[in-house]
């Protein structure tokens, strides 16, 4: 059984940043990858940023040179270091990783972006 926790959402104005983090039950060292997704009103899930566990990242181009991916195995903790933000980046993110094939979710954390 995998929990994952996000939190460090919040309102912000453009042009601020937040940080968001992902806790999980146990080792996140056993997940091959890790990775963030937004969900706006309306829309669907899209992938924002992934790492994995050797460390390798990727990101939406949408979000590139603004937002940072890591971990930090010793803290079973995934992060999302959101600057420079738009009134586009507004939707509430979603945690994820897989584990013998089953995808988990943590519950999401809602970031607001102000213009």
């Known amino acids: 059984q995998v929990q994952l926790v996000e939190s460090g959402g919040g309102l912000v104005q453009a042009g601020e940043s937040l940080r968001l983090s992902c806790a999980a039950s146990g080792s996140i060292f056993r997940f091959n990858a890790m990775r963030w997704y937004q969900q706006a009103p309306g829309k669907q899930r899209q992938l924002v940023a992934a790492?994995?566990?050797?460390?390798?990242?990727n990101y939406a181009d949408s979000v590139k040179g603004r937002f940072t991916i890591s971990r930090d195995d010793a803290k079973n903790t995934l992060y999302l270091q959101m600057n420079s933000l738009k009134p586009e980046d507004a939707a509430v993110y979603y945690c994820?990783?897989?584990?013998?094939?089953?995808?988990?979710w943590g519950q999401g954390t809602q970031v607001t972006v102000a213009s």
């Open positions: 790492i994995t566990n050797g460390g390798s990242t």
């Open positions: 994820n990783a897989d584990y013998y094939g089953v995808r988990y």
